[in-house]
């Protein structure tokens, strides 16, 4: 961004003060807000999604509004005040996740067993109320600031991924996303440099035994033993194999097997998550998963098919870019609302941003 005169600065760019936005923008960012937590669509599927955000920007005057990503929306924001050549993204994630909402609210989801439970209904109303702010005031700023509407930041294949692979940040100098959070205090920014959110990778298992009548088990192999004996075992890896200063989550998110009462299962699955701070610990993690279930199963005379699927990396906010965010904050909010607050060992796959870009 150019610098205003007068404007302090931090890395080559500017520090606004306080900025005041238009009541009837916030108002229609509720609006929008309230829309999108009514009508959630899960990942790949934003097709209302994508058509309403569309609407309501060319609603505003807002032209050259494009789809990306599959059902996602790109727009820039070109300020007319200075010459400037540099450009910042900024992204908001637009899908939700398949949760019965059970909130009671007026404006809750009409669509059974899908809910706007991670906020990205907040995210893409806030970063609809700053496309229209920048479009009313871009005689006031020079540069170009591109709206990313992401879909698929929960599931495969991942949004964040097509961003990148799309060439959405390829003349971009830096990204910005924000989430909200629960535990924040209304008001205040919480952010801190460097990793900010864990790689995040998921596998599945297959564990065969062999059937038995469940009076005589003996005569067969407990698949659903093998696959206790398998979820015990797996959270010493995290325990007892890695440094508790090393971030590492391993959790089993899924089993299934046996369909009678009287028959000792056969065949049982497991699926789960493992959530890691470093590449070392990553790949370190996906050896010890697979070799760890290998044995269990040959222990009991089982086997086991593993399936371990990369996903995305962690983000790693950028420290110049993280000087910006708190400098701007402080000078908008003051510093007593400012925080300076670790990361979170939730993934998101605007690490994707954050591997192509400085990024925050």
């Avoid at 998921?202 to 192999?221: L, R, W």
């Amino acid at each position: 961004m150019s610098n205003p005169d007068g404007a302090a600065t931090t890395g080559g760019f500017a520090i606004p003060g306080t900025v005041d936005i238009d009541a009837g923008i916030l108002d229609r960012m509720i609006e929008v807000r309230r829309h999108l937590h009514r009508n959630p669509e899960l990942s790949n599927r934003e097709a209302n999604t994508q058509t309403y955000l569309r609407q309501m920007l060319a609603g505003q005057g807002i032209a050259d509004i494009r789809d990306v990503a599959g059902f996602g929306l790109a727009v820039d924001i070109v300020g007319s005040g200075k010459p400037s050549n540099r450009k910042v993204a900024i992204r908001a994630d637009i899908d939700a996740l398949p949760i019965e909402e059970e909130s009671g609210v007026e404006f809750a989801s009409v669509n059974p067993g899908v809910m706007h439970a991670c906020g990205h209904d907040a995210h893409a109303s806030m970063a609809f109320a700053v496309a229209v702010h920048l479009h009313q005031s871009r005689a006031d700023f020079g540069g170009t600031v591109r709206l990313i509407f992401q879909p698929a930041e929960e599931d495969e294949p991942s949004g964040g991924r097509r961003v990148v692979e799309e060439g959405l940040l390829d003349d971009i100098d830096a990204a910005i996303c924000v989430h909200v959070d629960p535990y924040t205090p209304s008001g205040k920014v919480a952010v801190n440099s460097g990793p900010y959110t864990l790689a995040c990778d998921t596998f599945d298992a297959v564990v065969t035994g062999s059937a038995a009548h469940a009076a005589k088990p003996y005569e067969g192999i407990d698949a659903i033993a093998v696959a206790c004996s398998m979820v015990s075992e797996l959270q010493k890896i995290v325990s007892r194999e890695i440094d508790p200063y090393d971030p590492l989550v391993v959790s089993v998110t899924g089993i299934n097997g046996g369909n009678a009462y009287n028959v000792i299962a056969g065949k049982v699955t497991l699926k789960g998550t493992i959530r890691s701070g470093s590449d070392a610990t990553r790949e370190r993690t996906w050896r010890r998963v697979r070799a760890m279930l290998e044995a269990i199963a040959t222990a009991h005379g089982a086997s086991v098919q593993v399936d371990i699927h990369k996903g995305e990396p962690g983000v790693v906010n950028d420290v110049e870019m993280t000087e910006l965010i708190v400098a701007s904050a402080k000078a908008c909010i003051g510093a007593d609302n400012v925080l300076n607050t670790p990361g979170w060992t939730i993934a998101d796959d605007f690490g994707y941003y954050s591997e192509k870009r400085p990024s925050v």
